[in-house]
């Protein structure tokens, strides 16, 4: 949907074999077989995003995670869906994954990057990813899991503004398979096809909007569930923020619950529950539709210029603008900001946010 602006990586990255709990460093640029059911099927191909802080505590470097636990649970669902029933006991504990990222950033190795994080109070982003290192092209389980770990500071994430169109005709995962609340390498194949139909639609477009997986419904019935790439919020005039309940479509998103409980706090309803399309082009032709936000890991929430809806044959229908005016698109700003100002403890932590504290040094 956007870009980043001052993208520094990490000169290591980490790699860790699920049979044999080796963790080694190797240089950021070590070579994967190029025959490998990850590379060539999509098989053990799970990753997380991570968002963090680094800074010195009494002289003592310390990095700190908003809801660790929540992004380390659902990188185990993804690693555990790419698993056989026999390989299940290779699947990591949450406190062995835990220890695995204190062993990557407090590796001597990675201690001047994560020592200049926090030097300069940027913005830390942690990919884990799984591989499977086997040279192979079997269709089948993995052989030799691993785990891959990277990462690397920016300073901003040019989020805003953004124009998203809402594509009713590419499905972005089917339900009944359990995969599109994974974060999986084969779920993003969609949403990179998915913008580009966006831009044949509206050629400014960043961002696409799915509907569920029922395209022989009528499209007014059909429910929303995510952006390409992200989860999103409802901002509606009476006041209300609509979050669309988790279930087997929707990634369950770590800053979204985050974002959430901050604007509980601020006062404002935020509601759970299902929305169909017809309503909100509906409440958009009513003026009643303020913002349509994406919510993720590197950008916290962006809030959408305009979203373009269009009916089944992708024609357009309607077209929302932004209401800047309206108080809930101030407060959607300042539960960005306040969310990233918990995890540089100059604010306290909102009810359902829990902080995580790695001792480094």
């Known amino acids: 949907m956007a870009g980043f602006e001052g993208t520094k990586w990490a000169s290591k ?5 699920l049979k044999d709990k080796e963790f080694v460093m190797n240089p950021a640029d070590d070579k994967v077989f190029a025959i490998s059911r990850s590379i060539h099927y999509g098989l053990f191909l799970a990753f997380e995003g991570i968002r963090y802080f680094a800074h010195k505590e009494n002289g003592h470097l310390q990095l700190i ?25 290779w699947l990591p504990e949450r406190s062995e994954l835990e220890k695995l990222i204190q062993d990557y950033f407090s590796h001597p190795e990675m201690i001047p990057f994560v020592e200049e994080m926090a030097g300069m109070g940027a913005q830390g982003y ?13 269709v089948t389980f993995p052989e030799d899991p691993a785990i891959r770990l990277a990462t690397c500071r920016y300073d901003r994430y040019l989020g805003e503004p953004f124009t998203g169109v809402v594509i009713p005709h590419l499905v972005r995962a089917v339900g009944v398979n359990g995969t599109g609340c994974l974060k999986l390498g084969v779920n993003y194949l969609m949403s990179v096809k998915a913008v580009d139909a966006a831009k044949s639609i509206e050629p400014t477009a960043g961002a696409a909007l799915f509907l569920d997986d029922r395209p022989d419904k009528v499209i007014g019935e059909r429910t929303l569930s995510e952006w390409d790439s992200s989860c999103c919020l409802f901002a509606f005039a009476d006041g209300s923020v609509v979050k669309i309940p988790e279930h087997s479509l929707i990634l369950p998103s770590v800053t979204i619950n985050g974002i959430c409980a901050i604007l509980r706090e601020q006062g404002v309803n935020v509601v759970e529950r299902h929305i169909k399309y017809g309503e909100l082009v509906e409440r958009n032709n009513k003026g009643e539709l303020v913002a ?14 305009r979203l373009i809806f269009v009916d089944a044959d992708q024609n357009r229908i309607a077209e929302h603008h932004v209401n800047k005016g309206h108080g809930l698109y101030e407060q959607l700003g300042q539960a960005r900001q306040t969310y990233w100002d918990i995890f540089r403890g100059l604010v306290l932590p909102a009810a359902g946010i829990e902080l995580k504290h790695l001792n480094l040094t």
């Not at 995670?65 to 006991?89: E, G, P, T």
């Not at 349509?292 to 210029?305: D, H, K, M, Y």
């Open 126 to 138: 942690l990919r884990p990813f799984t591989v499977d290192e086997a040279m192979s092209i079997g």
């Open 13 to 17: 990255q980490g790699r860790f074999r």
């Open 65 to 89: 995670f908003a809801n660790l636990d929540k992004n380390l649970d659902r990188f185990r669902r993804s690693m555990s869906y790419n698993l056989s029933k026999s390989q299940q006991i």
């Open 292 to 305: 349509v936000c994406s919510i993720g890991t590197a950008g916290i929430l962006n809030r959408a210029e």
